[in-house]
C-alpha cells in the first residue's frame, strides 16, 4: 500500500527534523517486528476483546431506516469501545509497541480528549508516565475529558500558541519528542504524521472494517465515516478497498459553510501541501501558511487530512464530501430520538450524510456508518448551542 | 567556491546571528541586516516566518506569528533581500531558513530561482531530511543555491556521512540539550567529514559563545537575539551591539 518510505502515491512521507529520523527508523522496524510476531497480535486481540469490548455491534438502525425510507442503515458500534470511541483500538496497540520498545513515558496530542482519554487511560493500565497536549481552546470546550485525563493520572499540559486546538497541540507534542526522543514514545492519535504512522494507525484501526465485513452476510453498498485526521474512516474503509463495488464516502466538516472559510475540509477545499510530517491536502494560504480550521466538533477540528486518503481521493476509490454544523448537529438529535443513542458530533457528521443519502437509494442496499464514538462529552456544548438558537429564534 | 564556502575558508570563526524576518516589520529587519553586517556577521540566517514552526521552541514561533501578523510572507522577504543586495550595498552571505510547505507552495524550483535572483546563497530547511530533499537539492544546484543540512546527535554513522557529502556549504549540527559528553562525541564523529560545522547557541554570555566555537567552525545566534530584538526598546542598536561583543570574543579567545 506504501513504498519504503511511506508514500501513498506522492503522498506520505517523513517531512520531519533529522533529530527525529533515527526514532522513525526505530519505531518502523520494533512495529514490523511486532506486526510479524503471532504473540503481540494474541496480546493485542485480548486487550481488544476483555479491556475494550471487542467486537464491537454493528446494529440495524431499523427506525432511522424506516424514518428515511430507503436503504438500510447499519451503524458499527465504536462508540461501545472503552472510553467511548475508535480511539482505544489505536492507542493498545501503540502503547503494547512502546512496552515492546521499552520506552517509560508517553505523550500524545489530543483535540476533542478523546485520544487523550484513551492515551490516559492504556497508560494507566501499563503503568506507563503519561502527557497530554491539548489546546487551550479545546481545553475549554472539552473540561470533562481534561478532568477524565486527569482522574486516569495522566498530566494535561495546556498549548496557547497559535489557534490553541489540535494543530497546535500536534506541534508542541512534536517539540517534546524531538527533544526527549530517546525515552519517550509518541502516540499520535489518527492516521497522519510522518510514516510509519498513517499505516500504523491504520493497521490498528482496521479492525473496524475486518469485523463489519464478518458482521455483514454481504458486502455492503456503502461505508461512510467521518474524516478528521481519518483514522475511523481508515478503520473501517481498509478491509474494503479491494471491493470496488462497495462505495467508501468521507465526510469532512463543513463548519460554517464551505464559502466561509470556517470549515476543516481539508480534502475537499485544500491543495497539496506538508503537514505534521507528512505530504497531504492541507488548508493553507498562497505563502504555505496553515489555516485555522473550524468545526463545532473539536475531533474534526484539524487543517489536515492522512496521507492515505488523498491518494484516495485522487485515485477515485473513495469519495468525500462535506457536512456543515448544522446537519451534523440535526443528525446528533435525530440519532437520539430514533434510535436512543447519542452520538459523538464527529460521528454525527457521517451520520448527517447517511441521512441524506438513505432517502436516494433503493431498500435492498445497505449502507454501513462508522459510529466512531458517543456524545457524552458533547452534551453541555451541544445543549448550548440549542439554547442559543431557542434564544435567538425567540428574538425575531 | 561558495560565498558562503569562502566563509569557512577563512581562519576566524563564522559568527552567524539568526533573526526572523518580518518581526516587527520588514524594515526593520533590513535595518537589522545592515547593523549585523556592519558589525561582525559573516553570514545572516533569516528566518521566513512559518505557522507552525516545529522545528523551533516557543521564542521563534511568537516571532513568527508577529511577523506574520505584520503581513510577511516570503515574496516580500525575497524582494527585501532583493533590495540590501541592489540599493542597500550588502554583500554579507544570506542563508534563508524556511520550513519546506512555504517553499513547496511556491514551487521548489521555482522559489529556488526567485531566491537565487534577490541575492539569497543558501537555503535551510529544517523539516526536510534527505530522503525528502531529491528535488530540492536538484533545483539547489541547477541555481547554484547551497543547500545546507542538518545533522543531529541522534543521526546514525551512516546519515552523517550521507549528511556530510550533500551539504554545500557547511553542516548545521544538532545537539540533544544537555549531555556534554555526547557533544565532543558527535562533534568528533562528524570532524571526520571535513566540511565546516555550525552550531546553535542560545545564551547571551560571550564566554558561552568561545566553549561551542573551540568545539566547531561557526556559531548560529538563536533565541537570545530573536528575544532581544522583540524586548529591546532599541532594538537595532542592542542586536547591533550584542554581535559586535560576540565577534570580539570570537577573535581574541579563539
Ligand atoms: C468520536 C470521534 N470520531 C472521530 C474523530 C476524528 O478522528 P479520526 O478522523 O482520526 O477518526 C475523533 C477525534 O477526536 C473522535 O473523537
Redesign the pocket.
Given at each position: 500500500m506504501s513504498d519504503s518510505n511511506g508514500h501513498f502515491g506522492v503522498y506520505g512521507g517523513q517531512f520531519v527534523p533529522e533529530t527525529l529520523m533515527v526514532a522513525l527508523g526505530e519505531l518502523e522496524q520494533a512495529y514490523e517486528q511486532a506486526a510479524a510476531d503471532p504473540a503481540f497480535h494474541e496480546e493485542l486481540n485480548y486487550y481488544l476483546q476483555q479491556y475494550s469490548g471487542r467486537p464491537t455491534p454493528l446494529y440495524l438502525a431499523k427506525r432511522l431506516t424506516e424514518h428515511l425510507g430507503g436503504a438500510a442503515i447499519y451503524l458499527k458500534r465504536?462508540?461501545l469501545n472503552h472510553t467511548?470511541?475508535?480511539?482505544i483500538n489505536n492507542t493498545l496497540g501503540q502503547a503494547l509497541l512502546a512496552r515492546r520498545m521499552g520506552k517509560k513515558r508517553i505523550i500524545a496530542e489530543?483535540?476533542?480528549?478523546?485520544?487523550g482519554v484513551a492515551t490516559a487511560t492504556v497508560a494507566a493500565m501499563f503503568g506507563l508516565a503519561c502527557e497530554i497536549y491539548m489546546g487551550e481552546e479545546d481545553v475549554r470546550r472539552q473540561e470533562l475529558n481534561v478532568f477524565r485525563m486527569r482522574l486516569l493520572g495522566a498530566e494535561v499540559k495546556p498549548v496557547s500558541s497559535g489557534s490553541k486546538t489540535l494543530k497546535d497541540a500536534t506541534n508542541e507534542a512534536l517539540r517534546d519528542w524531538v527533544t526527549n526522543v530517546k525515552s519517550t514514545y509518541y502516540i499520535i492519535?489518527?492516521?497522519v504524521g510522518p510514516h510509519p504512522y498513517p499505516t500504523m494507525v491504520r493497521n490498528f484501526q482496521s479492525v473496524i472494517g475486518k469485523e463489519t465485513m464478518e458482521q455483514l452476510p454481504n458486502l455492503p453498498d456503502w461505508v461512510i465515516?467521518?474524516?478528521?485526521?481519518?483514522?475511523?474512516?481508515m478503520?473501517i474503509f481498509h478491509a474494503f478497498v479491494p471491493h470496488p463495488e462497495v462505495r467508501l464516502v468521507g465526510v469532512e466538516a463543513a463548519g460554517e459553510g464551505l464559502s466561509t472559510n470556517k470549515h476543516a475540509a481539508a480534502l475537499t477545499m485544500g491543495t497539496r501541501g506538508v503537514l505534521h510530517g507528512s505530504l497531504s491536502y492541507i488548508l493553507h494560504d498562497e505563502d504555505g501558511q496553515i489555516l485555522p480550521a473550524h468545526s463545532v466538533?473539536?475531533?474534526?477540528d484539524y487543517p489536515g487530512v492522512?496521507p492515505e486518503h488523498s491518494c484516495l481521493k485522487d485515485s477515485g476509490r473513495a469519495q468525500y464530501t462535506t457536512v456543515t454544523d448544522d446537519e451534523a448537529l440535526e443528525a446528533f438529535c435525530s440519532l437520539c430520538h430514533l434510535e436512543g443513542i447519542i452520538p459523538?458530533l464527529?460521528?454525527a457528521h457521517a451520520l448527517a450524510y447517511a441521512m441524506k443519502l438513505a432517502p436516494r437509494r433503493p431498500k435492498d442496499e445497505t449502507i454501513v456508518v462508522c459510529l466512531?464514538?458517543?456524545g457524552d462529552k458533547d452534551v453541555q456544548q451541544v445543549a448550548d448551542i440549542l439554547a442559543s438558537n431557542r434564544s435567538r429564534r425567540e428574538s425575531h | 567556491m561558495s560565498r558562503l564556502q569562502k566563509v569557512f575558508a577563512s581562519d576566524r570563526k563564522a559568527l552567524i546571528p539568526f533573526i526572523v524576518a518580518g518581526d516587527p516589520n520588514l524594515d526593520a529587519t533590513a535595518a537589522l541586516i545592515t547593523e549585523l553586517a556592519h558589525r561582525g556577521a559573516d553570514i545572516i540566517e533569516l528566518g521566513v516566518p512559518f505557522s507552525d514552526p516545529v522545528a523551533n521552541g516557543p521564542i521563534v514561533q511568537e516571532s513568527c506569528l508577529r511577523a506574520l501578523a505584520a503581513g510577511t510572507d516570503s515574496n516580500k522577504v525575497l524582494a527585501m533581500v532583493a533590495n540590501l543586495r541592489n540599493e542597500g550595498g550588502i554583500t554579507t552571505p544570506i542563508v534563508l531558513f524556511i520550513y519546506y510547505n512555504c517553499l513547496y507552495r511556491r514551487g521548489c524550483r521555482s522559489f529556488v530561482e526567485k531566491a537565487t535572483a534577490a541575492g539569497v546563497n543558501g537555503l535551510m530547511v529544517p523539516d526536510l531530511p534527505f530522503e525528502e530533499a531529491v528535488e530540492l537539492h536538484q533545483a539547489c544546484q541547477d541555481s547554484g543555491m547551497d543547500l545546507i543540512y542538518t545533522a543531529a546527535s541522534t543521526s546514525t554513522p551512516q546519515r552523517l556521512r550521507r549528511i556530510a557529502e550533500l551539504t554545500t556549504a557547511f553542516i548545521y549540527c544538532v545537539p540533544l540539550a544537555g549531555v556534554n559528553d555526547e557533544l565532543t562525541a558527535f562533534i568528533e564523529r562528524l570532524r571526520t567529514t571535513n566540511k565546516p560545522l555550525t552550531m546553535g547557541f542560545d545564551r547571551s554570555e560571550p564566554e558561552q559563545a568561545i566553549r561551542l566555537a573551540s568545539l566547531v567552525d561557526g556559531v548560529i545566534v538563536e533565541n537570545a537575539l530573536v528575544q532581544m530584538i522583540h524586548d529591546s526598546p532599541e532594538p537595532v542598536q542592542a542586536a547591533g551591539d550584542f554581535v559586535h561583543s560576540l565577534r570580539k570574543a570570537l577573535d581574541t579567545k579563539v
Open positions: 465504536e462508540d467511548g470511541a475508535h480511539k489530543t483535540g476533542a480528549g478523546q485520544h492519535g489518527s492516521v465515516a467521518c474524516v478528521g485526521g481519518g483514522s475511523n474512516a478503520g466538533s473539536a475531533g474534526l492522512g459523538a464527529e460521528s466512531s464514538g458517543r | -
